[in-house]
């Protein structure tokens, strides 16, 4: 069997502009992602807060008991 080619990469020639437009496009891409994982975590958060019990509305008296 063949040895495998080995190939290095010196360089990479890449206009200025071109390498902008790259990173743009990696940053729109980036949002849909950032909002699918963000609610994804919100139900995870949401599901742990209901099993735990951590809703219990202190806030609404002024940190006293009931």
Same mark, same amino acid.
């Given at each position: +069997?063949?040895?495998?080619?080995?190939?290095?990469? $010196?360089?990479?020639?890449?206009?200025?502009?071109?390498? $902008?437009? =790259?990173?743009?496009?990696?940053?729109?891409?980036?949002?849909?992602?950032? =909002?699918? $994982? &963000?609610? =994804? =975590?919100? $139900?995870?958060?949401?599901?742990? @807060? @209901?099993?735990? #019990? &951590? #809703?219990?509305?202190?806030? +609404?008296? &002024? #940190?006293?008991?009931?």
């Amino acid at each position: +069997m063949d040895q495998p080619t080995k190939i290095v990469l $010196v360089d990479i020639n890449i206009p200025f502009i071109r390498l $902008v437009m =790259i990173m743009i496009k990696f940053a729109l891409a980036a949002i849909p992602a950032m =909002i699918a $994982v &963000s609610l =994804i =975590i919100a $139900v995870l958060m949401m599901a742990l @807060g @209901g099993l735990t #019990g &951590s #809703g219990n509305f202190m806030w +609404m008296h &002024s #940190g006293r008991p009931y």
